[in-house]
């Protein structure tokens, strides 16, 4: 019986800070515009008339690249760390802070994304493959 | 199963392979693995790779490969497009069309499942409303900085546009969307009706031409002249025929016609001042329409006009 009012309120607490959230998303303008979300949501078949719903799409797909971007850049960060250190490269690091296929498939794969980047171009498919088996 | 999963690996191993694979042929047993990585629009992705790098730019990244950059934009727009379809195939599900923001929720549980979220192991008995995975969004819109994108995407003005293409209707209030004041029976990629001006001379003060020519139906209201007639010619009486009179709006013979001339042959017909030859023409056969108004009255029963033979005077030229 105690629980019930207390829960209640803390319901209502939610609820009020949701319908808060939706309305403060009207103000608050994510990087990724509007009428890019609508037109990828739009081809995927989601319909709703709400703005700010397609804004609460925004602001998850922006969470989403910004932790990927943060992971990666500390693995970029931690790789760096392990080179020696010298004088003359401290200053070059910090300018170094370069996005890589290999941090982001680092840190893609957390997020269940199997990024492989290819380390070389062939001219044919059987091309570095052993006799052997280019003939089977 | 991470929607992302076997799409992003597809797209961007395709993507870096492109060069190795693209003499590859499709197999002739008709698979369904496109083995060729499909572009997607300039336009939408060009607009995505400069959110992508204003987002990078903002964690601290100075610089990027420019492969990276496509590759993490690819999965942005692929984590875009699972979240909206995951969204759809909820509300499909419940018999709805438009999603709302329960079906929304649902669809940041499927997508955020893999990483995981606050509450996932007690996601089936808390509210919806009360999702972690939410929550986790909502404190990251109030602790970020607001980054409003490099370049404002221009949005076409219909006003500006002849024939302007109607965009996807998201049912939003942010889309462009031009009012129909033809109605909604006509489809609004059909050009403009012509202004009324260039076929309508409703308002147009009518001009008279070089030679005093009036179009007929703009002329002046005719009045009888029997003075002017020459012997038998009669100008025909706009306002009374067959005993009827015409009413004021009507269109109105002109005052003075012209004399009308024919070729003229051996034979004349005196008759209304009309010199026909009579073996010719409409008049061939000594059958013609003679109009006599003398006999008008007569032979006119009811509105009809009667045609009678008679007999051609041949008179000396």
Redesign the interface.
């Known amino acids: 019986m105690n629980h019930n009012p207390q829960s209640s309120e803390g ?1 209502h607490d ?2 009020a ?2 319908s808060e ?1 939706l309305a ?2 009207m103000d ?24 700010r ?2 804004r ?2 925004a ?8 932790e ?3 992971d ?2 500390q693995h ?1 960060k931690a790789r760096q760390a392990t080179i020696p250190k010298d004088k003359k490269d401290k200053q070059q690091k910090d ?7 290999e ?2 498939s680092k840190a ?1 794969r ?9 380390e070389y ?2 001219d ?2 059987s091309a570095g493959m052993d006799p052997a088996t280019r003939d089977e | 199963m ?1 929607p ?2 076997n799409q ?2 597809r797209k ?2 395709l993507k ?2 492109l ?3 693209a ?2 042929k499709k197999k002739n047993r008709g698979d369904s693995d496109v083995q060729v990585a499909e572009a997607p629009s300039d336009l ?1 992705f060009g ?2 790779r400069v ?2 790098s ?3 730019q ?8 420019l ?3 496509e ?2 934009t690819n ?3 692929k ?7 995951s ?2 195939s909820f509300s499909n599900a419940s018999n709805r ?5 329960f079906d ?1 929720i649902n669809a ?1 549980h499927d997508v955020c499942s ?2 995981g979220f606050p509450t996932a192991s007690e996601m089936h008995k808390r ?1 919806l ?2 999702s972690g995975a ?1 929550r ?3 404190k ?3 602790l ?1 900085k ?4 490099a370049k ?2 221009p ?1 076409p003005s219909f006003s500006q546009c002849p024939n302007p293409v109607q965009p ?1 209707n ?6 462009c969307h031009r009012p129909n004041p033809r109605g909604s029976h006509i489809p609004r990629w059909l050009p403009d009706f012509p202004p009324e001006s260039s076929y309508k001379d409703c308002d147009k003060v009518i001009k008279e031409r070089k030679n005093g020519e009036k179009l007929w139906e703009q002329s002046i209201p005719v009045e009888i002249c029997g003075d002017s007639i020459e012997g038998n010619r009669k100008v025909l009486q706009t306002n009374e025929v067959c005993g009827k009179k015409l009413n004021d709006g009507r269109m109105e013979l002109a005052k003075e016609r012209g004399k009308l001339k024919f070729n003229i042959g051996r034979q004349k017909e005196q008759a209304f001042g009309l010199e026909v030859n009579m073996n010719s023409g409409f008049c061939r056969g000594g059958k013609r329409v003679c109009w006599n108004h003398s006999e008008m009255n007569d032979m006119f029963e009811d509105g009809a006009m009667i045609v009678r033979e008679k007999k051609v005077v041949d008179t000396n030229i």
Do not use: W
């Open positions: 319901r939610d609820d800070a949701l959230f403060s998303l608050f303008t994510p990087t990724i515009p509007d009428e890019l979300v609508e037109h990828y949501l739009a081809k995927s078949g989601f319909q709703c008339p709400d703005v719903l397609t609460l799409v602001v998850a797909t922006q969470k989403f690249v910004a990927v971007a943060n990666a850049l970029c300018k170094r802070l370069t996005l890589t296929m941090d982001l893609l957390e997020y269940g994304v199997n990024v492989r980047h290819q171009f062939a044919s498919p | 991470n992302l999963q992003s690996t961007s191993t870096s392979n060069k190795v694979k003499k590859k939408s607009v995505a959110a992508i204003k987002i990078c903002s964690t601290g990244f100075k610089r990027t490969q492969c990276a950059l590759t993490f999965v942005a727009v984590y875009l497009e699972a979240t909206g379809k969204a759809a069309t438009d999603s709302n923001l929304l940041f893999v990483q509210e409303l009360r939410l986790e969004i909502m990251f819109a109030n970020s607001e980054l409003p994108c404002a995407i949005c996807i998201t049912n939003t209030s942010t889309g």
